[in-house]
């Protein structure tokens, strides 16, 4: 069984930065994909950043392209997700996601096998 640990979310104002982690625990397993979502009250979960583990490739979605930088600890099986320039709409529940296998869509959270607990990110106006 894998465990996702996240931490890191909290309140900021308008231009803050906060870094997100989320560190995969538990047996063995192999990792195609690790990912971030996040979902805001009224809003469906979407997607926001991932990394393909095997290449390092890292995925943004556009609402958060260059503002948001995701890396990993590949030996630590953890990624981080450094939030800079930090908008009032980015307010919501984020939520790193591990995809144990190959998929075709490494921004359709369907694919995702296991999620962390969930952290609050607030940005006040």
């Known amino acids: 069984q894998v465990q996702l640990v996240e931490s890191g979310g909290g309140l900021v104002q308008t231009g803050g930065s906060l870094r997100l982690s989320c560190a995969a625990s538990?047996?063995?397993?192999?990792?195609?994909?690790m990912g971030w979502f996040r979902q805001a009250p009224g809003k469906e979960r979407e997607f926001v950043a991932a990394i393909n583990w095997s290449g390092g490739i890292n995925y943004y979605a556009d609402s958060v392209k260059g503002r948001f930088i995701n890396s990993r600890d590949a030996d630590k099986n953890t990624v981080y997700l450094q939030m800079n320039s930090l908008k009032p709409e980015d307010t919501a529940v984020y939520y790193c996601?591990?995809?144990?296998?190959?998929?075709?869509?490494?921004?359709?959270?369907?694919?995702?096998?296991?999620w962390g607990q969930g952290t609050q990110v607030t940005v006040s106006s």
């Open positions: 996601a591990l995809d144990r296998s190959y998929s075709s869509n490494i921004r359709n959270s369907r694919n995702y096998d296991y």
């Open positions: 538990g047996r063995t397993f192999s990792i195609y994909a």
